[in-house]
């Protein structure tokens, strides 16, 4: 059930079904079996990753846009572009031209000016630059329909959705709240699942014989070790990793003010070439820095599920141990 002005994220693993079910749910696929019933007066758009092969490749930008909305002006058609980062004579060039990051955006842009009130969206940041993404992401913060969002892009989803349906096995389970939210809860809970699994073991250890049978200060140790060097080679991969990130960071936000320093004198730009090379730099360390923002806290994330998992497993051994 989709409920009017919800703003979803589909997630799962790669081939669990999702862009199946995006094509069920917009019209695109009949299922085998069940209905698919869309609400009083909803009109669904499907963006698919394939969605730029549709483009007419003989048509300049402006036209492709023309052709799906013919109430607007032509001044407000160029503003809607220049939001999707087409300027000037930009708006001139045939779309055969366009590279793939610009196809996708031109792709979204039209998508924005039909009259749906509900977007379906397969993976709409592929191909897409950062500046592209933050483009995407204000237009769908602004929109006033409903969202269901297939995504691999973490940064972009966490800002966008309010709940998250994750598809798995067949079957779909729902997480209210953010993505964020729901790698959390689910960390947690795949923690939990696999500290039951090492407690039906070692309560098979202890139960087997009886009493007399259970761990031994000596045996208990060993287990102990065992546990701990089987986390002991992830913890480091990703500590490591944690480690790489703050200090990158570090370096590029340093870099950063540098730059923005610069930027405040009048002087900077007297010797374009100079400048050119300097703004080039600060543009790239803009890209970049979202990125390990990212991949930084994707490593404590993992670092703390893996501790718990460790203190869990633990805890049941020294439970048995002491039973």
């Excluded at 300049?60 to 032509?74: I, T």
């Excluded at 379906?120 to 769908?140: C, G, K, R, W, Y």
């Amino acid at each position: 059930m989709v409920k009017r002005g919800e703003r979803i994220a589909l997630v799962g693993e790669n081939g669990a079904g999702k862009s199946t079910l995006c094509r069920l749910i917009s019209g695109q696929e009949a299922p085998s079996s069940g209905t698919v019933v869309p609400g009083h007066n909803v009109t669904i758009e499907f963006f698919a990753q394939e969605a730029e092969s549709k483009l007419n490749l003989e048509s300049n930008v402006l036209e492709e846009v023309e052709a799906d909305n013919r109430s607007l002006s032509q001044s407000e058609l160029r503003g809607l572009l220049g939001a999707f980062l087409f300027v000037g004579d930009d708006v001139f060039k045939k779309v055969k031209v366009l590279s793939g990051g610009e196809k996708s955006r031109l792709a979204l842009a039209k998508l924005l000016l039909r009259p749906a009130n509900f977007l379906i969206l397969d993976e709409p940041t592929n191909h897409l630059d950062m500046a592209s993404q933050d483009v995407l992401l204000d237009a769908l913060k602004h929109y006033g329909g409903t969202l269901l969002v297939v995504s691999h892009d973490r940064y972009f989803l966490d800002r966008l959705v309010e709940r998250v349906v994750e598809l798995e096995q067949g079957q779909l389970r729902d997480w209210p709240g953010t993505l964020s939210e729901f790698l959390e809860k689910k960390g947690l809970m795949q923690a939990q699942m696999e500290s039951e699994i090492t407690g039906r073991k070692l309560r098979q250890l202890t139960t087997s014989t009886g009493p007399e049978s259970r761990p031994k200060d000596k045996d208990l140790k060993r287990i102990e070790a065992e546990i701990r060097n089987r986390f002991s080679s992830e913890t480091k991969r990703w500590r490591d990793e944690l480690e790489r990130c703050e200090e990158k960071i570090g370096r590029f936000e340093a870099r950063q003010a540098a730059i923005e320093k610069l930027l405040e004198d009048q002087t900077f730009f007297s010797d374009p070439a100079k400048s050119g090379e300097v703004l080039k730099e600060y543009n790239q360390i803009r890209t970049e820095l979202p990125e390990l923002y990212q991949k930084w806290q994707e490593a404590e994330q993992e670092l703390v599920q893996l501790e718990v998992v460790k203190n869990n497993e633990l805890d049941i051994a020294r439970g048995a141990g002491i039973a």
